[in-house]
Every structure is written in C-alpha cells, then in structure tokens.
C-alpha cells in the first residue's frame, strides 16, 4: 500500500484543527485550508462543505453556477 507523507506538520495541524472545529473530513478541510491560503474561491455541490466554507471565510461557487458563468454558456 502507498503511503503520503506530508511535509508540512504545521499544515496538517491546521487541516486537521479546521475538520474538528468545522465537523468536515480531513480532506475537505484540506480543500478549505488551500482556498484560504490561495484566496480563491471552492466550487462545490455538497451543501455540508458550503456551510462549512462560510463558517471559515471561504467564497462558494456551485458547479451549476459556474457552468452558467462561462463565456458561450446558455442560462437552462
């Protein structure tokens, strides 16, 4: 079996405090903690990990929403 290292202690730390706090899986923290630190915005479906973006500042796009942004696209 494969095993990934992380590197950065200090940012699995905050990865793993954010899904405590948030009540999100650690992989979905990890999302959260690189959309702060990138400034950027999540896009998402899942409504659980949406709220939990907003609890921590993080900007949504459903993937609905930003198909309907797109240059050329036609609003259904």
Partial sequence: MDVAVLEDEELGTAILNMAGRLSVTYYDAAYLIEAQRLNKTLVT??????????????????SRTLRHQQPGSTKK
Wanted: charge should be positive.
């Fill in 45 to 62: 479906d899942d409504e659980k990990l949406t709220k939990a973006a907003k609890s921590a500042g993080v900007k949504t796009l459903t």
